[in-house]
Protein backbone atom coordinates (compact mmCIF):
# COMPACT_ATOMS: atom_id res chain seq x y z
CA UNK A 1 0.00 0.00 0.00
CA UNK A 2 1.11 3.46 -1.20
CA UNK A 3 1.32 6.41 0.86
CA UNK A 4 -1.72 8.16 -0.80
CA UNK A 5 -3.71 5.04 -0.37
CA UNK A 6 -3.10 5.07 2.99
CA UNK A 7 -4.24 9.05 3.61
CA UNK A 8 -7.05 8.13 1.11
CA UNK A 9 -8.18 5.30 3.17
CA UNK A 10 -8.23 7.05 6.51
CA UNK A 11 -10.02 10.12 5.03
CA UNK A 12 -13.02 7.57 3.98
CA UNK A 13 -12.68 5.74 7.23
CA UNK A 14 -16.20 7.87 8.69
CA UNK A 15 -17.85 6.34 5.68
CA UNK A 16 -17.40 2.66 6.70
CA UNK A 17 -17.74 1.61 9.82
CA UNK A 18 -16.13 -1.81 9.11
CA UNK A 19 -12.79 0.13 8.34
CA UNK A 20 -13.17 1.51 11.75
CA UNK A 21 -14.21 -2.02 13.22
CA UNK A 22 -10.86 -3.02 11.13
CA UNK A 23 -8.37 -0.55 12.23
CA UNK A 24 -9.23 -0.13 16.20
CA UNK A 25 -8.76 -4.61 15.73
CA UNK A 26 -5.14 -4.45 14.59
CA UNK A 27 -4.50 -0.93 16.99
CA UNK A 28 -5.39 -3.76 19.94
CA UNK A 29 -3.46 -6.73 18.43
CA UNK A 30 -0.13 -4.06 18.09
CA UNK A 31 -0.81 -2.85 21.56
CA UNK A 32 -1.45 -6.22 22.81
CA UNK A 33 1.94 -7.52 21.37
CA UNK A 34 3.37 -4.24 22.72
CA UNK A 35 2.60 -5.26 26.46
CA UNK A 36 3.35 -8.76 26.02
CA UNK A 37 7.21 -7.81 25.03
CA UNK A 38 7.83 -4.95 27.56
CA UNK A 39 10.10 -5.41 29.57
CA UNK A 40 11.60 -8.81 27.95
CA UNK A 41 14.87 -8.98 26.24
CA UNK A 42 13.04 -9.61 22.45
CA UNK A 43 11.55 -6.09 23.01
CA UNK A 44 14.78 -4.55 21.72
CA UNK A 45 15.66 -6.36 19.02
CA UNK A 46 12.05 -6.01 17.55
CA UNK A 47 12.53 -2.81 18.23
CA UNK A 48 15.45 -2.51 15.79
CA UNK A 49 13.39 -4.86 12.97
CA UNK A 50 10.62 -2.26 12.94
CA UNK A 51 12.65 0.36 12.46
CA UNK A 52 14.67 -0.86 10.17
CA UNK A 53 11.70 -2.07 7.97
CA UNK A 54 10.08 0.65 8.18
CA UNK A 55 12.56 3.13 7.01
CA UNK A 56 13.40 0.67 4.12
CA UNK A 57 9.87 0.86 3.19
CA UNK A 58 9.03 4.22 3.09
CA UNK A 59 12.40 5.24 1.51
CA UNK A 60 11.43 2.85 -1.57
CA UNK A 61 7.64 4.37 -1.16
CA UNK A 62 9.15 7.85 -1.10
CA UNK A 63 12.15 7.39 -4.32
CA UNK A 64 9.62 5.07 -6.03
CA UNK A 65 12.30 2.28 -6.10
CA UNK A 66 10.27 -0.61 -8.29
CA UNK A 67 13.09 -3.31 -8.09
CA UNK A 68 14.17 -2.47 -4.63
CA UNK A 69 10.21 -2.95 -3.32
CA UNK A 70 9.89 -6.04 -4.89
CA UNK A 71 13.07 -7.35 -2.78
CA UNK A 72 12.14 -5.84 -0.02
CA UNK A 73 8.62 -7.64 -0.29
CA UNK A 74 10.50 -11.00 -1.15
CA UNK A 75 12.83 -10.53 2.26
CA UNK A 76 9.81 -9.59 4.22
CA UNK A 77 8.71 -13.19 3.65
CA UNK A 78 11.58 -14.74 4.94
CA UNK A 79 11.33 -11.92 7.92
CA UNK A 80 8.26 -13.60 8.68
CA UNK A 81 9.41 -17.30 8.76
CA UNK A 82 12.34 -16.80 10.96
CA UNK A 83 10.96 -14.27 13.22
CA UNK A 84 9.18 -17.77 15.20
CA UNK A 85 12.53 -19.31 14.68
CA UNK A 86 14.22 -16.78 16.33
CA UNK A 87 11.82 -15.88 19.28
CA UNK A 88 10.42 -19.32 19.76
CA UNK A 89 11.46 -19.08 23.60
CA UNK A 90 9.83 -15.66 24.22
CA UNK A 91 7.03 -16.89 21.88
CA UNK A 92 6.35 -19.69 24.15
CA UNK A 93 6.22 -17.51 27.71
CA UNK A 94 4.50 -15.38 25.88
CA UNK A 95 1.42 -17.70 24.70
CA UNK A 96 1.92 -18.99 28.19
CA UNK A 97 1.02 -15.86 29.75
CA UNK A 98 -1.93 -15.78 28.05
CA UNK A 99 -3.12 -18.74 28.31
CA UNK A 100 -2.66 -18.52 32.49
CA UNK A 101 -5.25 -15.39 31.71
CA UNK A 102 -7.94 -17.91 31.35
CA UNK A 103 -6.96 -20.61 32.95
CA UNK A 104 -6.49 -20.99 36.65
CA UNK A 105 -3.60 -22.82 37.81
CA UNK A 106 -4.40 -26.49 38.73
CA UNK A 107 -2.52 -26.42 41.56
CA UNK A 108 -0.76 -23.50 43.78
CA UNK A 109 -4.00 -21.46 42.74
CA UNK A 110 -6.27 -22.19 45.42
CA UNK A 111 -6.40 -20.76 49.33
CA UNK A 112 -4.16 -22.90 51.55
CA UNK A 113 -4.00 -22.37 55.41
CA UNK A 114 -0.66 -21.07 56.04
CA UNK A 115 1.94 -19.34 54.23
CA UNK A 116 4.83 -20.90 52.92
CA UNK A 117 7.26 -17.33 53.15
CA UNK A 118 7.49 -17.46 56.70
CA UNK A 119 9.14 -21.30 56.22
CA UNK A 120 11.46 -20.01 53.87
CA UNK A 121 12.49 -17.49 55.72
CA UNK A 122 13.20 -19.31 59.04
CA UNK A 123 15.22 -21.94 56.68
CA UNK A 124 17.17 -19.56 55.22
CA UNK A 125 18.15 -17.54 58.02
CA UNK A 126 19.60 -21.31 59.54
CA UNK A 127 21.19 -22.25 56.09
CA UNK A 128 23.18 -18.38 56.06
CA UNK A 129 24.01 -18.92 59.88
CA UNK A 130 25.46 -22.93 58.81
CA UNK A 131 27.09 -21.49 55.59
CA UNK A 132 25.15 -24.40 53.57
CA UNK A 133 24.54 -23.12 50.00
CA UNK A 134 20.66 -22.88 49.02
CA UNK A 135 18.95 -22.01 45.60
CA UNK A 136 15.00 -21.95 46.38
CA UNK A 137 12.96 -21.36 43.21
CA UNK A 138 9.27 -19.56 44.00
CA UNK A 139 7.15 -20.48 40.67
CA UNK A 140 5.12 -17.06 39.73
CA UNK A 141 2.67 -16.73 36.57
CA UNK A 142 4.85 -18.11 34.15
CA UNK A 143 5.35 -22.03 34.16
CA UNK A 144 8.84 -24.03 34.44
CA UNK A 145 7.46 -27.49 34.50
CA UNK A 146 10.29 -28.23 32.28
CA UNK A 147 12.55 -27.17 34.75
CA UNK A 148 10.31 -28.64 37.65
CA UNK A 149 10.85 -32.46 35.73
CA UNK A 150 14.68 -32.13 35.46
CA UNK A 151 14.52 -32.40 39.45
CA UNK A 152 13.59 -35.00 41.83
CA UNK A 153 9.69 -35.20 42.82
CA UNK A 154 8.86 -33.93 46.61
CA UNK A 155 5.35 -32.65 46.72
CA UNK A 156 5.40 -31.97 50.22
CA UNK A 157 4.36 -28.54 52.03
CA UNK A 158 6.95 -26.23 52.27
CA UNK A 159 8.57 -26.51 55.72
CA UNK A 160 11.38 -24.76 57.20
CA UNK A 161 13.10 -28.37 58.50
CA UNK A 162 12.58 -29.72 54.87
CA UNK A 163 14.34 -27.09 53.49
CA UNK A 164 17.24 -27.06 55.59
CA UNK A 165 17.57 -31.39 55.45
CA UNK A 166 17.27 -30.47 51.52
CA UNK A 167 20.11 -28.45 51.78
CA UNK A 168 22.43 -30.16 54.71
CA UNK A 169 25.53 -30.63 52.83
CA UNK A 170 26.74 -34.28 51.43
CA UNK A 171 22.68 -35.34 51.08
CA UNK A 172 21.57 -36.33 47.62
CA UNK A 173 19.46 -33.27 47.16
CA UNK A 174 21.48 -30.57 47.84
CA UNK A 175 23.22 -30.20 44.51
CA UNK A 176 20.33 -28.29 42.97
CA UNK A 177 17.77 -25.91 42.90
CA UNK A 178 14.50 -26.72 44.90
CA UNK A 179 11.28 -25.34 42.78
CA UNK A 180 8.16 -23.67 45.43
CA UNK A 181 5.08 -24.10 43.28
CA UNK A 182 2.04 -21.82 46.20
CA UNK A 183 2.53 -23.47 49.15
CA UNK A 184 4.29 -27.17 47.67
CA UNK A 185 7.60 -27.80 47.44
CA UNK A 186 7.23 -29.53 44.36
CA UNK A 187 10.83 -31.06 43.60
CA UNK A 188 14.41 -30.68 44.78
CA UNK A 189 17.71 -31.18 42.91
CA UNK A 190 16.43 -29.07 40.20
CA UNK A 191 18.40 -28.24 36.93
CA UNK A 192 18.31 -24.33 35.93
CA UNK A 193 19.59 -22.53 32.71
CA UNK A 194 22.98 -20.65 33.31
CA UNK A 195 22.79 -17.19 32.68
CA UNK A 196 25.89 -16.22 30.25
CA UNK A 197 26.03 -12.76 31.68
CA UNK A 198 29.32 -11.41 31.74
CA UNK A 199 29.34 -8.82 34.10
CA UNK A 200 27.78 -10.19 37.49
CA UNK A 201 27.31 -7.71 40.47
CA UNK A 202 29.72 -9.51 42.58
CA UNK A 203 33.11 -11.55 40.50
CA UNK A 204 33.35 -14.62 43.18
CA UNK A 205 29.42 -15.04 42.41
CA UNK A 206 29.82 -18.72 41.20
CA UNK A 207 27.78 -21.10 39.42
CA UNK A 208 24.77 -21.31 42.27
CA UNK A 209 24.38 -17.37 41.22
CA UNK A 210 24.42 -17.73 37.61
CA UNK A 211 21.68 -20.39 37.96
CA UNK A 212 19.53 -17.89 39.68
CA UNK A 213 20.12 -14.97 37.14
CA UNK A 214 19.24 -17.71 34.20
CA UNK A 215 15.84 -18.83 35.43
CA UNK A 216 14.75 -15.03 35.80
CA UNK A 217 15.80 -14.15 32.51
CA UNK A 218 13.30 -17.46 31.01
CA UNK A 219 10.82 -16.43 33.55
CA UNK A 220 9.10 -14.41 36.02
CA UNK A 221 10.39 -16.60 38.85
CA UNK A 222 11.83 -15.03 42.47
CA UNK A 223 14.43 -16.90 43.96
CA UNK A 224 16.41 -17.08 47.04
CA UNK A 225 20.35 -17.69 47.21
CA UNK A 226 22.24 -18.35 50.32
CA UNK A 227 26.08 -18.14 49.14
CA UNK A 228 28.75 -21.64 50.33
CA UNK A 229 31.20 -19.29 51.01
CA UNK A 230 30.13 -15.96 53.05
CA UNK A 231 26.51 -17.07 53.97
CA UNK A 232 25.15 -14.14 52.24
CA UNK A 233 21.37 -13.76 51.62
CA UNK A 234 20.12 -12.50 48.02
CA UNK A 235 17.19 -12.33 45.88
CA UNK A 236 17.01 -12.90 42.15
CA UNK A 237 13.88 -11.47 40.33
CA UNK A 238 13.39 -9.60 36.68
CA UNK A 239 17.33 -10.27 36.12
CA UNK A 240 18.70 -8.04 39.22
CA UNK A 241 19.99 -8.85 42.49
CA UNK A 242 18.75 -7.77 45.70
CA UNK A 243 22.25 -8.43 47.71
CA UNK A 244 22.68 -8.63 51.54
CA UNK A 245 19.53 -9.31 52.94
CA UNK A 246 18.71 -10.46 56.35
CA UNK A 247 15.28 -12.74 57.50
CA UNK A 248 13.32 -10.02 57.90
CA UNK A 249 14.01 -7.87 54.81
CA UNK A 250 13.41 -11.51 52.73
CA UNK A 251 9.96 -11.60 54.62
CA UNK A 252 9.29 -8.39 53.15
CA UNK A 253 10.19 -8.80 49.74
CA UNK A 254 8.98 -12.19 49.05
CA UNK A 255 5.72 -10.63 50.39
CA UNK A 256 5.61 -8.09 47.63
CA UNK A 257 6.19 -10.73 45.17
CA UNK A 258 4.69 -13.75 46.41
CA UNK A 259 1.27 -12.41 47.70
CA UNK A 260 -0.99 -14.55 49.29
CA UNK A 261 -3.05 -16.52 46.73
CA UNK A 262 -7.28 -15.85 46.50
CA UNK A 263 -9.26 -18.84 44.96
CA UNK A 264 -9.84 -18.24 41.61
CA UNK A 265 -13.53 -16.45 40.53
CA UNK A 266 -15.14 -14.70 37.71
CA UNK A 267 -13.93 -11.07 39.25
CA UNK A 268 -10.14 -12.50 39.46
CA UNK A 269 -10.54 -13.35 35.78
CA UNK A 270 -11.78 -9.98 34.49
CA UNK A 271 -8.85 -8.27 36.57
CA UNK A 272 -6.45 -9.97 35.62
CA UNK A 273 -7.37 -9.24 31.49
CA UNK A 274 -7.99 -6.10 32.81
CA UNK A 275 -4.38 -5.34 33.91
CA UNK A 276 -2.98 -7.45 30.75
CA UNK A 277 -4.58 -4.84 28.68
Known amino acids: MSIQELLWTIQNLPQNWQNILDVLLV ?3 FFGALQLVRGERAATLLRGIAIVVVSVWVLSIVLNLTAFSWLLSRILTGVAIAVPVIFQEDLRRWFDRIGRMVQ ?3 EG ?3 VP ?5 AI ?8 RRRHGALIVLERETGIQEYIDSGIPIDGVVSSELLQTTFFPNTALHDGAVIVRGERLVAAACTLPVSS ?3 LPDSHMGLRHRAALGISEVSDTVTVVVSEETGRISVVVNGRFIRGIDAERLAMILGEYIPQREPPSLMTW ?5 RAA
Open 109 to 111: STL
Open 114 to 118: GNPIT
Open 197 to 199: ARH
Open 104 to 106: TRE
Open 27 to 29: AAM
Open 270 to 274: FQQLG
Open 121 to 128: CDATQMLS
